[in-house]
């Protein structure tokens, strides 16, 4: 004789007009009280009572709010909607496309509560034949976080994304820095042109692309204090950026910079152009109506320029100025900590990380002092 089944252990039975066994279970009550029934099928006894086991466990997990139906798909695009919010519209529609080409495409099919560590990292070694390493990192980080937002709502019981370790991809386009040569070459082919001052300021200051768009004239000073008990050099502020928000890529990178005097003769000459002063509050590199230089429009500028150079236009943009400046500085004996400190780095192991090929190869200080403690002897 069969057993009852005790009331919360769900229910089975035969559906003769599907030819199947079908499995019931109630998982409780929403927000307006109605009772939450699911249901699943399965083409024997067993595998409906499978099924029925598996919904029992996620009701006991709290895995209520959540289909069996839902798919990575439905939690990528869930965050892709909601979880962006703030980020600029840049950001969202990269973030996007990146989602939609590289996980919704291969593992978008799959059901969200069987994904499994072995599918991420299958999915990974794939892709890791395709992308550089900072992309793969990248869609390791939005599938993470779409993940992380569907376990907050139920919808999954763990995240198995968060186990797996992203491999090396391929090789990005690698940063470089111009010869002492070719910088002479860029500043020569400059001159004369609406980016001058732009290319001067950016390769002899340090600064990022981002923050010399962002400048203001108010941030700017031309004379500084050379009478002072301690002279003050001519300067820059650097407060702002074209980042959502306006703010600089970190706290350090708020700093005020010296600037050479090539850099201030090149912003005299600029700001003279101007027909009336220019006020404080106004962008030193603006459009002609007073709004911020376009990111688009500054390469294509710069690529002008870098190719009355004599250089290849498609191998230089504006962010390797600012490579360019580290190199410079290094090959002319400027200590790591210095360098860190004029990019606004916390510390000297961004520097070193990322403008590793731009720093001198070989520390000379040490046999320096060796040579003047212990001269060479004189030879026989």
């Known amino acids: 004789m069969t057993t009852r089944r005790s009331r919360g252990e769900g229910?089975?039975?035969?559906?003769?007009?599907?030819?199947?066994?079908?499995?019931?279970?109630?998982?409780?009550f929403d927000g307006?009280?109605?009772?939450?029934?699911?249901?699943?099928?399965?083409?024997?006894?067993?595998?409906?009572?499978?099924?029925?086991?598996?919904?029992?466990?996620?009701?006991?997990?709290g895995l209520t709010a959540g289909r069996s139906t839902d798919t990575v798909e439905d939690a990528v695009r869930d965050w892709l909607t909601y979880g962006l919010a703030g980020r600029a519209g840049t950001t969202a529609a990269n973030y996007a496309s990146i989602a939609e080409r590289r996980i919704i495409v291969p593992l978008g099919r799959r059901r969200l509560r069987d994904l499994s560590a072995e599918d991420v990292d299958r999915w990974l070694r794939v892709q890791a034949t395709e992308v550089s390493t900072r992309t793969l990192r990248l869609m390791h980080s939005i599938l993470n976080r779409a993940i992380v937002r569907a376990m907050a709502r139920d919808k999954v019981r763990r995240n198995v994304v968060a186990l797996c370790t992203v491999p090396a991809g391929q090789s990005g386009r690698p940063s470089k820095s111009l010869t002492l040569a070719q910088a002479y070459a860029l500043l020569d082919a400059a001159e004369g042109s609406d980016l001058h001052?732009?290319?001067?300021?950016?390769?002899?200051?340090?600064?990022?692309?981002?923050?010399?768009?962002?400048?203001?004239?108010?941030?700017?000073?031309?004379?500084?204090?050379?009478?002072?008990?301690?002279?003050?050099?001519?300067?820059?502020?650097?407060?702002?950026?074209?980042?959502?928000?306006?703010?600089?890529?970190?706290?350090?990178?708020?700093?005020?910079?010296?600037?050479?005097?090539?850099?201030?003769?090149?912003?005299?000459?600029y700001q003279a152009a101007f027909s009336a002063p220019p006020a404080p509050s106004a962008l030193v590199f603006g459009t002609r109506h007073g709004t911020e230089l376009d990111a688009h429009n500054v390469r294509r500028a710069f690529r002008r320029v870098v190719a009355a150079a004599g250089l290849d236009p498609a191998a230089w943009t504006p962010r390797e100025l600012r490579h360019?400046?580290?190199?410079?500085?290094?090959?002319?004996?400027?200590?790591?900590?210095?360098?860190?400190?004029?990019?606004?780095?916390?510390?000297?192991?961004?520097?070193?990380?990322v403008y590793r090929h731009q720093l001198r190869p070989v520390l000379e200080e040490g046999a320096g002092a060796m040579d003047a403690i212990f001269p060479e002897r004189a030879k026989p």
């Not at 083409?43 to 919904?55: G, N, P, S, V, Y």
């Not at 390769?203 to 700017?220: I, K, N, P, Q």
């Open 32 to 61: 307006r009280g109605k009772r939450i029934t699911r249901k699943a099928s399965g083409t024997t006894k067993t595998a409906a009572k499978a099924k029925l086991r598996d919904m029992l466990r996620d009701k006991a997990d």
């Open 324 to 353: 360019s400046f580290v190199s410079l500085l290094s090959d002319s004996g400027i200590p790591l900590e210095q360098i860190a400190r004029l990019l606004g780095h916390s510390g000297t192991a961004v520097t070193e990380r």
């Open 11 to 28: 229910g089975l039975h035969w559906d003769e007009a599907r030819q199947r066994w079908i499995a019931t279970a109630t998982l409780g």
């Open 197 to 269: 001052a732009y290319i001067v300021l950016s390769l002899l200051s340090g600064a990022r692309t981002e923050e010399v768009r962002a400048l203001r004239w108010a941030h700017v000073d031309l004379i500084g204090d050379p009478e002072a008990a301690s002279p003050v050099p001519p300067s820059i502020a650097v407060l702002r950026s074209v980042r959502q928000g306006g703010d600089t890529k970190t706290r350090r990178s708020r700093r005020r910079i010296a600037i050479s005097r090539r850099a201030v003769d090149a912003l005299v000459t």
